[in-house]
């Protein structure tokens, strides 16, 4: 979200410092793992379609600026009981605004993914607009931008604090101290360290994994699979993605959510056998050729709010500041609205965008 804030801001000829305390893309937040889902039939809420069809756009401005690849179109599987949450509030959002889909039966899931074995009465969305994105090229492409359009980027140089300071603020960082009009905090699961526990952030420790699948990875990539998401009776979603990188890459899976909470510093980026046999139940029953040992696996953060929904908007005690944080593990797909949204925010105090949803004060004092 910051870099996609700083690459807005600059090109609308904002004078912008940019301040990341790693390098940029790093591994120790919720923006790396080589790929991130982007799907249009968005069944956390219909709320969400106009801003994913606004970064399909923005997205592909971006290609087109970058002269880098991002968004790879594969189609996406949302798979599960018919009535069930995932598939039923699908079809209803896709429904609502029109997005093309498709609905597929057990039956017919197989004959055209051979490499899944549907449970009994599982059905299937299928949306053909769906994909993925390769997350650390789209940082460096925002990044990219951002200079190039004249932004000031700074790197490994963490922010200690930040307060107002007559008609802006003033942030101290290990290296100096910056004035500026406006601040935009887009910190991810740093949020409470920065902003104080303002909201009722919950970081916890999500794990993704690649696995080499039995019998080959041919019926596996891209071009012959999708991205998927499937609910089993708990209702709790696995999810995957194709052999984007072939047969020495695999496929990445895991599991969407956990109770696993920790801060940044406190969590354990060790992967245990338990965390692979997680998500190999929830995903290795529909995809058996996951059940061999994995290639390599990683942890990333989730910073969870209680409704799930994003927190953006202005700063509920400081007028020179704007938030953006509490992305909840399905954010990334938005980076380039998101980041229009805050340029809007930091420049004209308010956005054309629906942002009811994410509105900072809705948790109260």
Not at 6 to 16: E, K, N, T
Not at 19 to 46: D, W
Not at 140 to 158: C, D, P, Y
Not at 210 to 221: D, M, Q, T
């Amino acid at each position: 979200m910051g870099s996609a804030a700083a690459y807005h801001l600059a090109s609308r000829g904002a004078r912008v410092l940019g301040i990341e305390q790693f390098t940029s893309p790093h591994n120790q937040g919720s923006s790396h793992g080589g790929s991130r889902m982007i799907r249009q039939a968005y069944f956390e809420s219909p709320d969400y379609i106009p801003l994913v069809l606004r970064s399909y756009e923005l997205w592909r401005k971006v290609e087109a600026a970058s002269g880098a690849k991002l968004l790879h179109v594969t189609g996406g599987l949302t798979l599960g009981a018919k009535e069930g949450n995932l598939v039923s509030r699908t079809v209803a959002a896709a429904r609502q605004h029109s997005i093309p889909f498709e609905m597929l039966d057990g039956a017919e899931v197989q004959l055209r993914f051979p490499g899944i074995r549907p449970l009994s009465g599982d059905a299937a969305v299928l949306e053909p607009n769906a994909g993925y994105l390769l997350a650390e090229e789209c940082i460096r492409a925002h990044l990219k931008l951002a200079a190039g359009a004249g932004a000031q980027l700074h790197f490994e140089e963490k922010m200690v604090g930040w307060a107002v300071a007559g008609s802006g603020v003033r942030v101290r960082t290990s290296k100096g101290d910056y004035d500026a009009g406006h601040l935009a905090i887009t910190v991810g699961p740093w949020a409470n360290e920065v902003l104080g526990e303002l909201f009722p952030l919950r970081v916890t420790r999500q794990v993704m994994s690649w696995f080499a699948p039995r019998g080959g990875v041919e019926p596996f990539l891209p071009e012959r699979f999708p991205v998927f998401l499937m609910e089993d009776k708990d209702g709790v979603p696995g999810y995957g993605f194709p052999a984007i990188d072939g047969p020495a890459g695999g496929m990445k899976a895991a599991v969407h959510g956990s109770n696993d909470e920790c801060t940044p510093a406190s969590a354990e980026r060790r992967v245990g056998r338990e965390d692979i046999e997680r998500i190999q139940r929830k995903v290795g029953g529909r995809i058996p050729a996951l059940q061999g040992d994995p290639i390599r696996a990683e942890t990333c953060l989730y910073t969870m709010t209680p409704d799930e929904n994003f927190v953006i908007g202005a700063h509920p005690e400081t007028a020179n500041c704007s938030v953006a944080c509490g992305f909840s593990g399905h954010g990334f797909k938005f980076a380039p609205v998101a980041g229009e949204i805050i340029a809007d925010l930091a420049t004209k105090g308010a956005t054309d965008q629906a942002i009811g949803i994410f509105d900072p004060a809705r948790f109260g004092s």
